[in-house]
């Protein structure tokens, strides 16, 4: 999938700086280990790690388009996968292009030298790109239309660094390793609920969702090149069942583009299950299938609603029904903890804590058979699948947060009249929902729901879609989502409650339109969440740590109440952790991650 990045800069000639572009290169080592490079000019700087999935020798990075006296007219550097890009290709050579490799990669630039940003809109995939346009000394930014792919960048009058993640930008001296109160109140009272554009450090933005972002000698400029639209929907269900059914197909059937070994991951859930399905079908061949298993969990009492059963058997049900190759990845509480600071290292702010080091080690033991996974993310969010979707109307709070406490309760009293954490996560929610596109003269509850869906997709989906591309990019494993196919998207956005919930059931639509794919005991499996370990070694380490941590005091407790912290521990609770769904050692890890991440990345409060 790749790692971007680059420096444009009106104050130096960064044909001076190629050993500190390298090291902002090297930084995303791990998202692309098959190749590297940088270009450098007077003014621009790009950086590129490759990880080689399309035209295994022709798509080196950065890639430049010359004019006819060999001069640069545009470079690019790219990260993702169009899956159009042969049918663009075509459209491009008609119009007189000519190409000499067959990267998708090549298709963009040339599609930008054709259309300039209006190439966005023709892509069909998940990609984060930057183009340097040499004739104009304009820099362009481009994302995908729900942001599968990040992008952040930190800009000032006089220059703009960015990159694929923040290390990128955190290793130029130029950025500031800061926090102030709107990156405390990110981390601590919205933190599955970020703030579209928003990413913690200051200075540092992420490009919008369906977004450009242009920079040249006036500043920076945005643009919006997607948005949801709402209409009335006219379709009957038969109709609608044929059309999601028709939509996911064509989306599965797009993503099996790959010069290198995929799979898929089979949870044994109605989602990941269908995409499996669709792409055994597909697959020229016998299709891998992974999952992840935890061996603390043989015969272990369930670990509550979220994860009412266990998906081994469902998933290998699945396998032998639509004929996989399946494999287990097992990770024992031994692993959890030895690779406990991959979430951090990876994120670059503090994270979920042992789901992701899980969701690391699973995606790890992927790489070792397949360099690209499709995974079944956002059919919940398109198709309403999550418990928050049948709850009441939003009333204060972001649907999966009601009832919670955020880590925001722990901060101390001087730092909560500082970010006002309550008044912070009730302005954002009244923003997101101020930015519903209605649909004038909608019934009561279907107005509900769209604005619970656009809740899901604007607040909570990013939140999900970053942890999945940090955990796999970690290990150089990229990961597609068909669900997250815009015209997939674009069609559910209408499709009224009542026929999401066909027959009366939760996401009776999806499972209508799947029905003959799959064993009946998976089309009729209840929601069940990403799974956890039962096993104690991890949350008694966690323990140790809190206690010791307590004792020898660090910088956490510049924000944090350590007084708060110890009567919850005192009373034997567990502290308010990061994430919706609740785990006895999130707020521990949380706390323990906010601390490193302060110590180690040198971040400053301001």
Request: hydrophobic fraction near 40%; charged fraction near 25%; proline fraction near 7%.
């Amino acid at each position: 999938m790749c790692g971007v990045t680059g420096w444009v800069d009106w104050d130096r000639d960064l044909r001076c700086e190629v050993t500190l572009v390298e090291a902002m290169t090297e930084t995303l080592y791990r998202r692309g280990p098959d190749d590297g490079g940088v270009w450098l000019s007077q003014h621009a700087a790009l950086g590129h790690r490759r990880l080689a999935i399309i035209d295994l020798a022709g798509g080196v990075q950065p890639m430049v388009a010359r004019g006819a006296a060999g001069e640069p007219r545009a470079v690019i550097t790219y990260s993702g996968e169009v899956y159009n890009y042969r049918e663009l290709r075509a459209e491009l050579v008609a119009r007189g292009h000519y190409f000499r490799t067959a990267s998708d990669t090549e298709v963009v630039l040339a599609g930008y030298l054709e259309w300039g940003a209006g190439v966005a809109e023709r892509l069909l995939g998940i990609f984060a790109f930057a183009i340097w346009d040499a004739g104009s000394e304009e820099l362009l930014l481009v994302r995908d239309r729900l942001g599968v792919k990040p992008l952040y960048y930190a800009a000032t009058p006089d220059n703009l660094l960015f990159g694929s993640e923040p290390k990128a930008v955190l290793a130029n001296p130029l950025f500031e390793r800061e926090i102030d109160a709107e990156g405390i109140a990110e981390l601590f009272a919205v933190p599955t609920a970020p703030t579209p554009g928003h990413a913690v450090y200051r200075g540092l933005r992420e490009v919008l969702p369906g977004h450009t972002v242009t920079f040249g000698r006036q500043g920076v400029r945005e643009n919006r090149y997607w948005a949801l639209s709402s209409d009335p929907h006219t379709d009957d269900l038969p109709t609608t069942v044929r059309t999601v059914r028709e939509l996911l197909e064509e989306a599965v059937r797009s993503q099996l583009v790959s010069d290198v070994p995929l799979g898929s991951l089979l949870s044994g859930g109605l989602d990941s299950s269908a995409v499996t399905a669709l792409a055994a079908q597909y697959s020229p061949d016998k299709l891998a299938t992974f999952a992840v298993d935890f061996p603390e969990n043989e015969g272990a009492e369930v670990l509550g609603a979220w994860n009412s059963t266990s998906d081994s058997p469902y998933a290998a049900l699945v396998a032998e029904h639509v004929g996989t190759q399946h494999t287990r990845i097992v990770v024992p509480s031994t692993e959890l903890l030895q690779h406990r600071s991959i979430g951090l290292a990876a994120r670059d702010r503090p994270g979920w804590g042992e789901p992701d080091v899980s969701l690391y080690l699973l995606f790890r033991g992927v790489r070792a058979h397949s360099t690209v996974a499709l995974t079944g993310e956002v059919a919940d969010e398109i198709f309403g699948g999550y418990p928050y979707f049948h709850s009441p109307a939003v009333t204060g709070a972001f649907p999966w947060t009601a009832g919670k406490t955020a880590p925001a309760a722990l901060l101390r009293d001087e730092v909560r009249a500082e970010v006002r954490p309550d008044q912070y996560a009730g302005d954002r929610l009244h923003e997101a929902l101020a930015a519903v596109p209605e649909l004038p003269g909608e019934a009561t509850e279907d107005a509900r729901i769209r604005r619970i869906s656009y809740l899901a997709l604007t607040r909570w989906l990013p939140a999900m879609l970053d942890r999945k591309d940090r955990m796999s990019m970690a290990t150089g494993l990229e990961a597609r989502v068909p669900f997250a196919d815009h015209r997939l998207v674009e069609y559910l956005w209408n499709v009224p409650w009542a026929l999401k919930n066909a027959g009366g059931r939760p996401k009776g639509l999806l499972r209508q339109a799947t029905a003959d794919l799959l064993p009946d005991e998976v089309v009729n499996r209840p929601k069940s969440g990403y799974p956890a370990s039962a096993g104690t070694a991890y949350g008694d380490r966690l323990r140790l740590e809190l206690a010791d941590l307590l004792h020898r005091g660090g910088p956490v407790f510049d924000l944090v109440d350590p007084a708060k912290v110890k009567a919850l521990v005192h009373r034997g609770m567990p502290l308010p952790g990061p994430r919706a769904a609740p785990h006895p050692t999130g707020g521990a890890d949380f706390l323990l991650a906010v601390n490193s991440w302060l110590q180690d990345w040198k971040v400053r409060i301001r």
